[in-house]
């Protein structure tokens, strides 16, 4: 008997962004991405790794679609180069000739071909992380028309593939893009100003939803939604003095981006964070609503807890130290993050579709003898599992899960240091093994659950 059994028809997939595995970076007229010039600037990227060849999957395509048929992956969430697609960023830039690269286009054509002829439902997200330098050039994410720009690239996506993609994601973790891209300044485009980081907000909140409005105007008939990066937030003392502390945390995490998408507007706490700072966020009329356009899903993206307490400056809240064990990446090992948040979600926004659209372990496990024995990826993954099952069972409406990572990949500012695949990549031969981790997984999707 399997002791952990999920609904049935619940899909099972693996996850991976463009500019962490597919290299090719200067081939087939792809234009450069914020993330190519980031990478290439002294001191960004953990020992100067960059993303130019990576995992080579744009030449290894279908050696990497039969790895997943044959560990019996279900769905493949694959994101789209923006600057593969369109070098220049917009279908109207009149300096080129052939603003549109088709041979960018066909590599996405025949990767969603080779998928459905694999039987794996192919799941795109339009934006993880590489936007065009072009646009960056313009002001990117600060300026205004870079949403109406993304919108006009969803379109044009949508025309070469919606024929055959039924599932589609907006954008992915634009927290991670304000927070670390443009306030922090440790990830592309490396910009640390308040200003900057609440025009960004907006303008990638307006372009997921300029996007949505396209979706429907062209009377696609599939699905579409937004995957967010979120916490599990906890008090750092069950005494109820951090309570609150919970709720700002949840405020500049989950409120201002789910929130603002299912119709709830920005937290007042956020905008009163900017103002006191001078800075407001540039809304125009309409903006709100378009922002809220009627998704079909919540993506979710979670690996771990945040514990929380109360703190007179900054955000108002500050993070406590870990209590428990660190995965390499970090990470509090706390499996029972991912049912904790579902459960919170799903509260909070009565009870929408969700799919986790991420969630994994990052194990530097290294191959001894050809076999890669992450043991610590395997229990705390079901640890994931358990804590997801038993919040379904509790009422969460949870269609899908999809690992990260199908391979070793370019962990952003990290480089090639942190492993999160279930198949090690060996970024001499560029060889894909499969761990004890995927035998695991195929295992969970070969049950629809585990005992
Ligand atoms: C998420 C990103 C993904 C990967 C994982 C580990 O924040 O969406 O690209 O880096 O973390």
């Given at each position: 008997m399997t002791r952990i059994r999920f609904p049935d028809g619940f899909e099972w997939g693996t996850a991976t962004a463009a500019y962490?595995?597919?290299g090719a970076a200067y081939e087939d007229g792809r234009g450069l991405s914020i993330w190519d010039v980031f990478c290439k600037q002294p001191g960004r990227v953990q020992n100067g790794d960059h993303g130019d060849v990576a995992c080579d999957?744009?030449?290894?395509?279908?050696?990497?679609?039969?790895?997943?048929k044959s560990l019996g992956i279900q769905s493949y969430r694959f994101s789209i180069s923006w600057p593969r697609v369109l070098p220049f960023g917009t279908p109207q830039h009149r300096r080129v000739q052939q603003p549109i690269n088709e041979r960018g286009i066909d590599f996405?054509?025949?990767?969603?071909?080779?998928?459905?002829?694999?039987?794996?439902?192919?799941?795109?997200?339009?934006?993880?992380?590489?936007l065009p330098q072009a646009l960056q050039d313009r002001g990117g994410w600060a300026f205004r028309d870079t949403a109406a720009h993304f919108a006009d690239y969803a379109g044009l996506m949508y025309a070469r593939l919606g024929d055959r993609v039924e599932r589609w994601i907006t954008h992915n973790e634009p927290w991670v893009v304000v927070t670390y891209g443009h306030r922090v300044g440790t990830m592309a485009p490396g910009i640390a100003e308040a200003d900057v980081a609440a025009r960004a907000t907006h303008h990638i909140l307006l372009s997921h939803g300029l996007a949505v409005e396209r979706y429907r105007a062209e009377?696609?008939?599939g699905a579409i939604g937004i995957t967010n990066s979120n916490s599990s937030y906890e008090p750092a003392e069950a005494d109820g003095s951090c309570d609150g502390a919970v709720e700002l945390a949840r405020d500049f995490d989950t409120r201002l981006y789910t929130?603002?998408?299912?119709?709830?507007?920005y937290p007042d706490s956020v905008l009163r964070h900017y103002e006191a700072r001078g800075v407001a966020f540039p809304i125009e009329d309409g903006d709100m609503?378009?922002?809220?356009?009627?998704?079909?899903?919540?993506?979710?993206?979670?690996?771990?807890?945040?514990?929380?307490?109360?703190?007179?400056?900054?955000?108002?809240f500050t993070v406590a130290p870990p209590t428990l064990p660190l995965t390499p990446m970090g990470y509090e090992r706390a499996p029972h993050a991912l049912g904790d948040f579902v459960r919170f979600l799903s509260a909070e926004y009565e009870r929408p579709k969700i799919y986790i659209t991420e969630n994994g372990v990052c194990d530097n496990t290294e191959p001894v003898d050809g076999e890669i024995d992450d043991v610590d990826r395997e229990s705390l993954l079901r640890g994931f599992l358990e804590?997801?099952?038993?919040?379904?069972?509790?009422?969460?409406?949870v269609r899908g899960y999809y690992l990260w990572s199908l391979l070793d990949n370019f962990e952003w500012s990290f480089g090639y240091s942190k492993r999160f695949g279930i198949v090690h990549t060996d970024y001499d031969t560029l060889q894909r093994t499969p761990k004890r981790s995927a035998g695991f997984y195929r295992d969970v999707i070969a049950n629809n659950g585990f005992d």
């Open positions: 962490q595995i597919e999957h744009y030449h290894r395509m279908p050696d990497d679609v039969a790895l997943m996405y054509s025949r990767l969603v071909d080779a998928l459905l002829a694999a039987g794996i439902t192919p799941c795109p997200t339009l934006y993880h992380w590489d009377g696609q008939g929130g603002a998408v299912l119709g709830r507007g609503a378009t922002i809220a356009a009627p998704t079909d899903f919540v993506g979710v993206n979670l690996y771990s807890r945040t514990r929380v307490r109360p703190a007179d400056s900054g955000l108002g804590g997801l099952h038993r919040a379904i069972e509790d009422g969460a409406d």
